[in-house]
Each structure stands twice: as structure tokens, then as C-alpha cells.
């Protein structure tokens, strides 16, 4: 009886044991306390200083999660600090030598947590000063990309007492500060007097401009100041009730809305990035736009008349295509090219001469043995063809150009067809025809064929296209003759176009802007769909396919249909770019009009959050693991 029982009663234990995990020991509550300051040497606020190490002891172990992207001590430090932590202490040793009757702030921002739960300290900054006084003045905004409206994390945000232009490239800031993941910033520690203010991206950590850095500024003086004000703070019983609002005094700081665009000046270094050689051309490549047109002059070959050049907007892009074959066949050609570049110790531009040298990746020797074995190949499918009785195909295939169509099956009637060529070609009109089938027969219809003015290889073939009617566009071979000799294919295409019930429309009466300007409108992404140029007043899109759409306009100061960056040298800002606050949500057969003025909203607040990809950095709060537990076992 007793060996029955013994087994019985082990099984109940176990059974028991494993029914209720949770009913053991759990190690006591959570630690969801942040950690606590006991003490702080030299003492916070301390004046007179003149200790550069800064030592904070805390009631817990602490860490310091992201130093080197959220701790920034200012005036700014050349040298980067020492900042460690030992258990319950941090430690901040300064490099530099401190300033006589200077307020030094040391923001931590939400760097500092407890070693067990992350529960953080909450934003907090050390001050002390080497002088009499405690400067208490504070200054905070945004940065936001001039280009797109985007918050940008991690400028350099500072401040110049110095007023001239040339403080901005030579000198450090008096006072800076970091901009968070929504572009936010507050420099602390500011003294009563008159600023200039500036944002950079400042990658060899001097607090000065260098070219390549992303910059930001402002010719609008600051002059810091601060009130007594109140402000409302809401206390909830739960989480849909109120409980208490009582008015809290506190001190308001003076200015906390200030706004800079950055942006990225165009790479002013201009020197010869690269060359390349096909059999057909030789290609040049430059860092950076020049008006002046760099100058050729062959040293084993004839250049009158040897090239066509085809030239990028700005020259920093030169394809030579060779007329001659003869100079398409010579493996190795050598130039002399006379051009604009920068000198690396005046940053000016000064012209230069370099001897070139241009070999294609396959000799002319290569080349035709290639061919030859083409040839051969072809020949050997020949014989088997002729031993089959077939005589359909008796002279080798010519290679025709290989020309790349953008002919769509169905366009709207506001779309154009497009093609591009290879290379530079002779294009004979007479050799394009566009029919209209009208009553089950095909008559001529007008259009316009146009050479792009910036991409010469590139054509348009204009018409105007009825709703809801089928074209067909035939293509004559050798209507395009190319420098190479060759020609293109016949080809025939059938174009329909769409009925106007299909899609909807967007009609824009824009105001608050002077000068030409232009609209883009954005897919859900984002991504530019259409441009067009404001003209009285009016930006329209017509056939517009059901979704959803945004908006943004480009005040184009120079009118060359794009954005343009801006240039601290000149004092010149990047174009203003605005974006209409809401989705368009269009529908089919159906129209939208639109008032917008484009001034009316900040510029912070108007782009849609759904476009903005750069989102503002989490906020730490205590983890509440002890409810969630409790939650648990219910």
C-alpha cells in the first residue's frame, strides 16, 4: 500500500506544480523609478569655476545611451570630451580650456537611464559658470530641409555675436546645440545681446563652415529675451477623464519659433572626375557646372570637324561622338583638353590643360574577329537552312539602330509619345505618319516632332489627342540615319487614347507668390508625378487617375523649371518650396477646386505627416512592466 500511495502523491505535486506556474516567488516589483541626482560637483549652477571635470552621482547605476548623438556642451568644444560612467557616477572631463566669464551648459537631453529598467532621467543640463553671472537666456526652433520640408537630425545649431559674413567660416559658435529626429532645438546659456543664427552639418567638428557641409542661415537679427508667463496643465484621473487643470508660472524663453532651411550649396570644385571611350565617342565627366566650354585639339588625329558634341546643362557632362570612321576604328586617340578647374590652394577657378587618352574596351582588331565569327555562325545556319530547302534568307542581317520607343497602348489626351536615340542621327520627318481611325478608316492627322533642347538624342512626337479615339503612328525604316551609318526599322503602332470619363481633375487658384513658379503633384509617396508652371494664378492637372495625390509648389526664382540650392557666399537662400497641407483624394469624372494661399501655414506645419519620412525620435517614459504584470495574471 505504501509503495502505491507514494507514486500517486508525486504525480498530484507535480501536476500541481506545473497547473499554476505563476504562483512561486517573481522576484518583487520593477524598478520604475528614474534615477535620482544626489550629488553634483562642482555644484549645479556653480559660479566662478574653474574645474573642467564635472562629476554627477546618482542613487542607482546609471548609463549614458548615445553620447556622442545627444550629449553637446557649449560654447562649443573643439577637442571632444571625456565622458564615462563608473556605477553610479558620470563623469565629464573638458579638453579645452575654459572661457573667462562663460556660462557652460552641458545637455544631456534624455541620454542618462538606469542600468536595470532604461527608466531615464528626463532632459537634463548641467550649467555652471567661470564668471559672476549664470547667462539663463535661451533661443530654440527648427531646422527643416529647404528642398523638401524635412525635419533634419543632427545639424550643429549656433550662434554668432559676431555679425559679420566671414564669422560663419571662420570662427567657432559662441553657443550651439543638436537638432532632434523632428528637426528641434534649444541652445541654453545664452547671454542678452544680438545674434546671428546658423545650422550646419558640421563633419570635421571645427563649428565652422567648410565647403560640402550642409548649411543653414539667417540675416534676421536675434536679440534674446525673456517674461513671467503662465501656462495650463492638465492632471487625468484615468485616461478619459479629467481630473484636475491648474495654471503652472514659469519663465517663457524669447525667440522659441525660429526657423532655418538647410540645404546642400552645389559642389563649387570643379576638376575632371573621369573619361570613358566607346568605338563611337569619347566621354569627359567634371565634378562641377562651368559656362566655359572645355577645348579639344587632337594630337595624333584631325579635330576640325571630327566631333559632334553633345554638352550637359552646365558642361559638366561632354560626350564627342567621331564622324569619321576612320577615328572610330583608331584604337587609341589622344587629346589635348583645355578647361576650367579649381585650384587647390586659391579655390579658384583657373584654366588647365591635360593631355588625354582614350581605348575603347575592345581593340578594332577585336572587333572584327568578333564580327567574323558572327559572320561564320550566320553562314552555318545558312547551309543547314539551304539543306532544308529554305532560300528566304540570303544576305546577313544588318544591325539596325537600336532605337528606345516610349509608345504606350493607351495614353490621355494631355500624354506625347517619346523615343530616344543611340546616337546623334539625320531624322526625316517626311518618314513619320499619325492616322485617326474615323468611321472604320484611317485618316491623316496633324502633329509635331521636337528634338529636346537639352538631350539632343531625345524627341517628342506632339499631337492632339481626342478622347476616346484610336491612332495609329507608322515609322518609315532609314527615316533616321546615325553617325555610325545606321538605321532604324519600320515600326507601326497602335495608340488609344483614353476617354475623358476615366479620370478626374485638379484645379489649383494659387496665391502668396510673386515671380514664376511652378506645381508638382506627388504620389502617396511622395514621388513627383506631373510638373506644371503656374500661369495666372492657376496650376491644373488634368487626368488624373482615381488615388490619392499631394502638392507642393516651387517658388523658381530664375525660371529654369527646377529647384535650386542656395549659396552662402552670395547670400543667397535656396528657392522656397511649399506644400499644400492635405491629401487630394480624386475621383473619376469628377473635378476639384482648390483656393491656396501659400503663406497662410507655417512652413513647419505644412507638410502632410504622411509625406514626412524623417519621424521624431521616440519619447522615453518609465515602463510601467508592474501594471502590465498584474494585467497578466487577471
Known sequence: MKNVFFPFLLSILLFLSCANPGSGPDGGPYDETPPRILRMTPSFGAKGEKAKKITIEFDEIVKVENAQEKIIVSPPQIEMPEIKTSGRKISVNLLDTLKENTTYTIDFSDAIVDNNEGNPLGNFTYVFSTGAEIDTLEVAGHVLQAEDLEPVKGMIVGLHSDLADSAFVSKPFDRVARTDGAGHFSIKGVKPGKYFLYALSDMDGDYRYQRGEKLAFSRDTIRPYCFADTRNDTLWADTVRIDTVKQVNFTH????????????????????????????????????????????????????????????????????????????????????????????????????????????????????????????????????????????????????????????????????????????????????????????????????????????????????????????????????????????????????????????????????????????????????????EVKDGRADFFYLQKGTYYVRLIADKNGNGKWDTGCYAEQKQAEE?????????IKVNWDIEQSWNVKTIPFLLQKPSELVKQKADPKKTPKNRNAERERAKR
Open 253 to 532: 524663453y524669447m525667440p522659441d519659433n525660429l526657423l532655418l532651411l538647410a540645404f546642400s550649396e552645389q559642389n563649387p570644385t570643379r576638376v575632371l572626375l573621369k573619361t570613358e571611350r566607346e568605338p563611337e565617342y569619347m566621354k569627359v565627366y567634371f565634378t562641377a557646372p562651368s559656362t566655359h566650354i572645355p577645348e579639344v585639339r587632337g594630337l595624333n588625329f584631325n579635330h576640325e570637324n571630327a566631333f559632334e558634341e553633345m554638352r550637359s546643362v552646365g558642361n559638366d557632362t561632354i560626350t564627342y561622338w567621331l564622324r569619321d570612321t576612320a577615328l572610330v576604328n583608331q584604337d587609341t586617340l589622344r587629346i589635348l583638353l583645355t578647361y576650367e578647374a579649381t585650384d587647390d590652394s586659391t579655390q579658384l577657378n583657373v584654366m588647365k590643360s591635360d593631355t588625354l587618352e582614350f581605348v575603347p574596351r575592345f581593340s578594332y582588331e577585336r572587333r572584327q574577329r568578333m564580327k567574323a565569327e558572327d559572320l561564320a555562325k550566320w553562314e552555318k545556319q545558312r547551309e543547314r537552312r539551304h539543306k532544308k530547302g529554305d532560300f528566304s534568307q540570303e544576305t546577313p542581317p544588318v544591325d539596325p539602330m537600336k532605337i528606345k520607343y516610349d509608345f504606350p497602348g493607351e495614353i490621355t489626351p494631355v500624354q506625347n509619345l517619346h523615343f530616344t536615340l543611340p546616337e546623334p542621327a539625320k531624322v526625316d520627318t517626311s518618314g513619320f505618319h499619325l492616322f485617326l481611325l474615323k468611321d472604320s478608316t484611317y485618316h491623316a492627322a496633324p502633329f509635331r516632332l521636337e528634338q529636346d533642347s537639352l538631350n539632343r538624342l531625345a524627341y517628342t512626337l506632339r499631337a492632339e489627342w481626342r478622347p476616346g479615339q484610336q491612332y495609329v503612328l507608322n515609322v518609315d525604316s532609314a527615316c533616321m540615319v546615325g553617325l555610325s551609318g545606321k538605321v532604324n526599322q519600320q515600326r507601326d503602332q497602335k495608340v488609344q487614347v483614353a476617354t475623358e470619363e476615366q479620370f478626374g481633375s485638379l484645379f489649383l487658384m494659387i496665391s502668396g507668390v510673386e515671380g514664376p513658379a511652378f506645381v508638382q503633384l506627388l504620389a502617396s509617396n511622395g514621388t513627383p508625378l506631373q510638373q506644371v
Open 577 to 585: 518650396v511649399y506644400y499644400y497641407p492635405q491629401p487630394f483624394h
